[in-house]
Nanobody
Framework: QVQLVESGGGLVQAGGSLKLSCAAS????????MAWFRQTPGKEREFVAA????????QHADSVKGRFTISRDNAKNTMSLQMNSLKPEDTAIYYC???????WGPGGRYDYWGQGTQVTVSS
């Protein structure tokens, strides 16, 4: 089992940058496919980016492609989301998620979730 804690959210002006981090506790972080999702009130949770267990493969949603970059450091049990050129529509609560079984990517069931970190982008 893994416990996930996000950090790094905050308030930023449009065009600015933020870096979110997800710290994992527990064993064998490298066994978990990881991803970032986001959610705003009244909307369904939205996929943002995913990364394979080794970190060698990534996928980003079209809405963030070219602006956001997902990465992980298995030696440090951390995952990150570098967010550049932020837009007001990126405002949301961002969640990191992990799953031990199944293929990495936006689909399938993620069993482990952090508590979320708020990102607010002002215009």
């Amino acid at each position: 089992q893994v416990q996930l804690v996000e950090s790094g959210g905050g308030l930023v002006q449009a065009g600015g940058s933020l870096k979110l981090s997800c710290a994992a506790s527990g064993r064998a972080f490298s066994n978990y496919a990881m991803a970032w999702f986001r959610q705003t009130p009244g909307k369904e949770r939205e996929f943002v980016a995913a990364i394979s267990r080794s970190g060698g493969s990534t996928q980003h949603a079209d809405s963030v492609k070219g602006r956001f970059t997902i990465s992980r450091d298995n030696a440090k049990n951390t995952m990150s989301l570098q967010m550049n050129s932020l837009k007001p529509e990126d405002t949301a609560i961002y969640y990191c998620a992990g799953k031990r079984l199944g293929p990495w990517g936006p689909g399938g069931r993620y069993d482990y979730w952090g508590q979320g970190t708020q990102v607010t982008v002002s215009s």
